[in-house]
């Protein structure tokens, strides 16, 4: 779910008009650096959940 929510992202971020490529390029790196970090929260939880 959350790698096709990046996915949709990226996308909508393709599409916007007005923006520099270099723009465009630091909006997807947040995006993906954003995504990365939710991983690494999650990964963490499981195992303090699981006890």
Known sequence: KGATKLRDQQFE????KGYSKREI?????????SY???LKRITEMV???IF
């Not at 971020?13 to 916007?16: I, K, N, P, R």
């Open 13 to 16: 971020v393709d599409s916007l």
């Open 36 to 38: 990365e970090d939710q």
């Open 47 to 49: 195992p303090v959940m």
């Open 25 to 33: 390029s630091e909006l997807k790196e947040q995006m993906h650096k």
